[in-house]
């Protein structure tokens, strides 16, 4: 899952995707949060500021007691995903579970720190949100802004995680776990300059990344006590795992109609949703090269066969569609913010020469959005109808290019809040 420092696992590449591909485009933190229900809410910007300043008290607290991370460099992955809606603001939240004899334990918890009388772990619950979804009820879920802050609490998680030593394994997985992804994706509102604050706009995308325990037999790793409880127990979630793979494929092969036994197990009942349609389900297996493990790797292989058959069926996607939102708004108002910082840079550079200090400097401050752009600047438009430049009124008419739209629809907008007239490009520059 997680790889070697030279050559990175599933997880850390696909959070290396997730952060390239979303890199400009995500929300301040704190905007956007999840609730105890597995649902998402935006919140205002005063308290998602007020949640920064804690957030950042805490930060500093935890840094003066010193912190436990990972210490090697880790080479990352460049892939992106480039068909993404740049109308979008996008939100990354994490959460690290195991499964340990059918109970489920949060691996992010923060734990009593008395080490004299520790509180145990407290075990969570499944239960299914307003949407028929399976969620973990109480468990700790992060927004992180990278993929170097994902890893953090990764290694944080890795070291609760359940291992002991048995026969074969040195450091053997006594627990499924499941490290869980969400992206949200909240609409811009027209001016492109702040997401709406409505709950049934947001778009929810998770992916669950899940290590499974391999399956063991007792007179090879001689276990005995807790180990061959723990052994059984795998063992068990496993069996259930392929019952239902059996009969999900009985079903389609034959159309009946029987019961697939997802609440015999926890892994199962809280993956039911995709198994039943609404999400894809791939599966890697590890086999061992060893002639000693030749019955275990035969085992996996006719697994990996039976998974291989089960063809889910997915409902059509339905695409949201917002009224009364045109694309490319959250372009247009970036290229409006970068000609009002270069404005001000602008202002700031004739004050600090002395030049014409009696004119007063452009009301930047009071532009909020696109459509209230100040009336002291003009546009000019050049034969190319998709350019358009912003240049100020300073003293001896300079004209100073500051943007070039890209797409009709940003010109369009700077169109509709400026004030001016159409000509050449030589009124641009002369």
Same mark, same amino acid.
């Given at each position: 899952?997680?790889?070697?420092?030279?050559?990175?696992?599933?997880?850390?590449?696909?959070?290396?995707?997730?952060?390239?591909?979303?890199?400009?485009? #995500?929300?301040? &933190?704190?905007?956007?949060?999840?609730?105890?229900?597995?649902?998402?809410?935006?919140? $205002?910007? /005063? %308290?998602? !500021?007020?949640?920064?300043?804690?957030?950042?008290?805490?930060?500093?607290?935890?840094?003066?007691?010193?912190?436990?991370?990972?210490?090697?460099?880790?080479?990352?992955?460049?892939?992106?995903?480039?068909?993404?809606?740049?109308?979008?603001?996008?939100?990354?939240?994490?959460?690290?579970?195991?499964?340990?004899?059918?109970?489920?334990?949060?691996?992010?918890?923060?734990?009593?720190?008395?080490?004299?009388?520790?509180?145990?772990?407290?075990?969570?619950?499944?239960?299914?949100?307003?949407?028929?979804?399976?969620?973990?009820?109480?468990?700790?879920?992060?927004?992180?802004?990278?993929?170097?802050?994902?890893?953090?609490?990764?290694?944080?998680?890795? #070291?609760?995680? &359940?291992?002991?030593?048995?026969?074969?394994?040195?450091?053997?997985?006594?627990?499924? $776990?499941? /490290? %869980?992804? !969400?992206?949200?994706?909240?609409?811009?509102?027209?001016?492109?300059?702040?997401?709406?604050?409505?709950?049934?706009?947001?778009?929810?995308?998770?992916?669950?990344?899940?290590?499974?325990?391999?399956?063991?037999?007792?007179?090879?790793?001689?276990?005995?006590?807790?180990?061959?409880?723990?052994?059984?127990?795998?063992?068990?979630?496993?069996?259930?795992?392929?019952?239902?793979?059996?009969?999900?494929?009985?079903?389609?092969?034959?159309?009946?109609?029987?019961?697939?036994?997802?609440?015999?197990?926890?892994?199962?009942?809280?993956?039911?949703?995709?198994?039943?349609?609404?999400?894809?389900?791939?599966?890697?297996?590890?086999?061992?090269?060893?002639?000693?493990?030749?019955?275990?790797?035969?085992?996996?292989?006719?697994?990996?066969?039976?998974?291989?058959?089960?063809?889910?069926?997915?409902?059509?996607?339905?695409?949201?569609?917002?009224?009364?939102?045109?694309?490319?708004?959250?372009?247009?108002?970036?290229?409006?913010?970068?000609?009002?910082?270069?404005?001000?840079?602008?202002?700031?550079?004739?004050?600090?020469?002395?030049?014409?200090?009696?004119?007063?400097?452009?009301?930047?401050?009071?532009?909020?959005?696109?459509?209230?752009?100040?009336?002291?600047?003009?546009?000019?438009?050049?034969?190319?109808?998709?350019?358009?430049?912003?240049?100020?009124?300073?003293?001896?008419?300079?004209?100073?290019?500051?943007?070039?739209?890209?797409?009709?629809?940003?010109?369009?907008?700077?169109?509709?809040?400026?004030?001016?007239?159409?000509?050449?490009?030589?009124?641009?520059?002369?």
């Amino acid at each position: 899952m997680t790889g070697e420092p030279g050559n990175g696992g599933m997880l850390p590449r696909s959070l290396d995707v997730v952060f390239n591909s979303i890199a400009d485009l #995500q929300s301040e &933190r704190f905007l956007i949060k999840p609730d105890q229900f597995n649902a998402i809410e935006v919140q $205002s910007e /005063f %308290n998602a !500021r007020m949640e920064q300043q804690r957030y950042k008290a805490s930060l500093q607290a935890k840094s003066r007691g010193g912190t436990d991370s990972p210490d090697f460099i880790r080479v990352p992955d460049t892939l992106k995903i480039t068909e993404l809606d740049e109308d979008n603001v996008y939100a990354v939240f994490i959460s690290f579970i195991e499964i340990y004899n059918n109970y489920i334990y949060d691996l992010l918890e923060d734990m009593d720190t008395d080490e004299l009388h520790p509180k145990p772990p407290q075990s969570r619950t499944l239960r299914e949100d307003s949407n028929h979804q399976m969620f973990v009820s109480g468990v700790t879920e992060i927004e992180v802004k990278s993929t170097e802050e994902a890893y953090e609490f990764i290694w944080k998680g890795q #070291q609760k995680r &359940r291992v002991a030593q048995t026969q074969l394994n040195h450091e053997s997985s006594r627990s499924h $776990s499941v /490290f %869980n992804i !969400r992206v949200v994706s909240g609409p811009l509102d027209s001016a492109g300059a702040q997401v709406i604050m409505e709950r049934s706009m947001l778009t929810v995308s998770q992916l669950a990344l899940v290590d499974l325990a391999g399956s063991e037999r007792t007179s090879r790793t001689r276990a005995t006590g807790d180990r061959l409880r723990e052994a059984g127990n795998i063992n068990a979630n496993l069996m259930v795992l392929r019952t239902c793979m059996e009969t999900l494929r009985e079903n389609q092969a034959s159309g009946t109609t029987r019961i697939v036994p997802y609440r015999d197990s926890k892994l199962t009942h809280m993956f039911k949703n995709y198994f039943d349609g609404e999400g894809k389900v791939r599966m890697v297996v590890c086999i061992s090269p060893r002639s000693e493990d030749y019955d275990e790797t035969v085992h996996v292989m006719k697994f990996a066969e039976l998974a291989q058959e089960v063809q889910v069926t997915r409902p059509q996607i339905k695409r949201v569609q917002f009224d009364g939102l045109l694309p490319g708004r959250g372009n247009a108002h970036k290229l409006y913010r970068e000609a009002m910082d270069q404005l001000e840079e602008m202002r700031q550079d004739e004050e600090r020469k002395g030049v014409d200090e009696n004119i007063p400097p452009p009301a930047i401050a009071s532009a909020p959005s696109v459509g209230q752009i100040p009336m002291t600047f003009s546009f000019a438009i050049s034969s190319a109808p998709e350019d358009l430049f912003l240049y100020d009124y300073f003293p001896g008419c300079r004209r100073h290019k500051l943007v070039s739209c890209d797409d009709e629809f940003s010109a369009a907008v700077f169109r509709s809040g400026l004030e001016g007239k159409a000509g050449d490009e030589k009124a641009v520059f002369g």
